[in-house]
């Protein structure tokens, strides 16, 4: 079993930056691959970012390319997605989650992922 709390979320201007975190427990952090996902209002769930056990693949959604960055560290069991030049439409809740079946790859699909957190809320004004 895998907890996952995120946290770093909250109001912010657009063009503005935000950190999120995301503290993982209950299995060896650096057994397996983390991701970012957002949801919108009225809107699916859709990839943001992934980073795989080490560190050494990261995946983006195309969108988001120079924007986000995806990072971890293994000794806090601690992921993070600096989010910089912020938009009105990133205004989303944000989830991280574990993945354990791919460890070495940066998985973009939902259906990839064992474990999620409850999410972190972030609104960008205009």
């Known amino acids: 079993q895998v907890q996952l709390v995120e946290s770093g979320g909250g109001l912010v201007q657009a063009g503005g930056s935000l950190r999120l975190s995301c503290a993982a427990s209950?299995?060896?952090?650096?057994?397996?691959?983390m991701g970012w996902f957002r949801q919108a209002p009225g809107k699916e769930r859709e990839f943001v970012a992934a980073?795989?056990?080490?560190?050494?693949?990261?995946n983006y959604a195309d969108s988001l390319k120079g924007r986000f960055t995806i990072s971890r560290d293994n000794a806090k069991n601690t992921v993070y997605l600096q989010m910089n030049a912020l938009k009105p439409e990133d205004t989303a809740v944000f989830y991280c989650?574990?993945?354990?079946?791919?460890?070495?790859?940066?998985?973009?699909?939902?259906?990839?992922?064992?474990?999620w957190g409850q999410g972190t809320q972030v609104t960008v004004s205009s």
């Open positions: 989650a574990a993945d354990f079946e791919r460890p070495w790859q940066a998985a973009t699909r939902t259906n990839e992922y064992m474990y």
């Open positions: 980073i795989s056990w080490s560190g050494s693949n990261t």
């Open positions: 209950g299995r060896t952090f650096s057994s397996y691959a």
